[in-house]
């Protein structure tokens, strides 16, 4: 029987603090969201004057990053070349801050992150990323 590496909470809960940190350092107010391998929510951490409307968006991202394998940021970067195939493919959000988490090779999870410009969610999800390659 084959065996995989899973995110556990723990797991979530270490990268959402690396990302709070860099969200601090910078005075952003984010919401960071932690998805499993199948793209349901782990963790879910919104700062208390966090606009409620980037609660979705980041869920959005980090489940179109599980579900595609690559960071949002791709496809962002496709649209602004003009492939607007992108916009048309489901769950897709052409936006930076969302990355997938993996181990080794393998896709455990999702990061997603919304509340300020599309380059500085990425940032923020960079240092999350950080914290699960750490181990």
């Not at 960071?71 to 962002?76: A, F, G, I, L, R």
């Not at 970067?77 to 195939?85: C, Q, W």
């Not at 930076?96 to 896709?107: A, C, F, K, R």
């Amino acid at each position: 029987m084959a065996e995989k590496s899973i995110l556990t909470l723990e797991d979530a809960k270490r990268i959402a603090a690396a990302a709070q940190a860099e969200a601090l350092r910078n005075d952003w107010r984010v919401v960071i969201a932690i998805v499993d391998d199948g793209g349901h929510l782990m963790y879910l951490q919104r700062s208390h004057d966090t606009q409620f409307g980037s609660v979705e968006t980041a869920i959005r991202k980090a489940h179109a990053a599980v579900a595609f394998q690559r960071p949002t940021k791709v496809s962002e970067d496709a649209v602004l070349s003009g492939r607007l195939i992108h916009l048309s493919l489901p769950g897709v959000i052409p936006a930076e801050g969302g990355v997938p988490l993996q181990i080794g090779s393998v896709v455990v999870g999702g990061l997603g992150i919304s509340g300020v410009r599309s380059s500085q969610d990425g940032q923020i999800a960079a240092a999350g990323l950080a914290a699960l390659t750490l181990d």
